[in-house]
C-alpha cells in the first residue's frame, strides 16, 4: 500500500495511491473522496466465507468487534488511482506491519484499512476479564497476513515497548493495539470492577513487544457529556 497520512494530527486523512488492479480494503464509511479513477465494492466483512457462514461470520464480527457489519473493497481501474479515507473519531492514524510470526491483537473499532493481503479475526479473551471487557466483551481482533494496516486512536498514540523485565498496566479503554508476543490479562483495577477507584478494567502486559495506547478515551468522553443530554425527564 503506497499511502500518505496528513499532518494534522487531530483530523488526520490517509490519501491512497493505487496502481490498476491493485485492492486494499477500507472500513466501511470511512471513504472521503477518490478521484474516478477507483472502483468501489461493499461486501459482508466475513473474511472471505460465503452464504450462510459468511452472513453469521459477519455479523459475529460485528458484534463481538464494533466494526462494522460490511467492509468496502477499493480497486485502482488506473495506475493514477487515489482515494482519501479518514476515521469516524478524532485523532492519530498510525500503520502496522505485518508479516509471518508479526501479528497484533486490536482493540474495539482501532481497524481502518488494509492491504489485500491483510485480515483480522476474532479470538477470544483471557476468560479472567472476558464478560466485562468493553464493547467486544468476549473477544479481541487477531491480524493476520502480511503487508500494511492502518489503526486510528482518539487523540495521540504513545508507544511503550516492554523489554520482558517488567509488567505494564493500561486501562482497557486506552489500548489501540500490542504485539501477539505479549501476555496480557484484563481484570478489575481495584474492588469489583474498579469501584474502589473510578478506574474500571486495566490491562496486565508482560513479555516482549509493543504496546499502542490513546492518549483519550470515547468511553470517558461519553460519561462527561451526559449529564447534559436530554432525557425522558426534561
Given at each position: ?10 483530523f ?18 470511512s ?7 477507483v ?67 486490536l ?39 502480511y ?88
Open positions: 500500500m503506497h499511502y500518505q497520512i496528513t499532518a494534522n494530527q487531530t488526520p486523512v490517509v490519501e491512497i495511491y493505487l496502481t490498476q488492479n491493485e485492492s486494499i480494503q477500507i472500513e466501511s464509511g471513504m472521503i473522496y477518490h478521484n474516478g479513477q472502483a468501489l465494492e461493499g461486501h459482508m466483512n466475513s473474511n472471505g466465507k460465503k452464504g450462510m457462514g459468511g452472513l453469521l461470520s459477519a455479523l459475529g464480527r460485528s458484534v463481538t468487534s464494533g466494526e462494522s457489519f460490511f467492509i468496502t473493497t477499493a480497486t485502482g481501474q488506473t495506475d493514477q488511482a487515489t482515494l482519501g479515507i479518514a476515521p469516524g473519531n478524532p485523532g492519530v492514524i498510525r500503520a502496522l506491519e505485518l508479516e509471518p510470526g508479526q501479528q497484533w491483537r482493540n474495539t473499532s482501532a481497524y481502518l484499512a488494509g492491504d489485500a493481503t491483510t485480515s483480522y479475526t476474532m479470538v477470544r479473551q483471557n476468560i479472567s476479564g472476558a464478560f466485562f471487557g468493553g464493547t467486544g466483551g468476549l473477544f479481541v481482533m487477531e491480524t493476520k497476513g503487508g500494511t494496516m492502518l489503526v486510528s486512536a482518539y487523540g495521540d498514540i504513545l508507544e511503550v515497548e516492554l523489554d520482558g523485565q517488567q509488567e505494564y498496566v493500561v486501562d482497557n479503554s486506552h489500548v489501540v493495539a500490542w504485539q501477539e508476543s505479549l501476555n496480557y490479562n484484563i481484570e478489575p483495577a481495584s474492588g469489583f470492577i474498579g469501584f474502589k477507584t473510578g478506574e474500571g478494567l486495566v490491562n496486565h502486559f508482560s513479555g516482549r513487544g509493543k504496546i499502542l495506547i490513546q492518549t483519550r478515551s470515547i468511553e470517558a468522553l461519553a460519561s462527561l457529556v451526559a449529564p447534559f443530554l436530554p432525557n425522558k425527564d426534561n
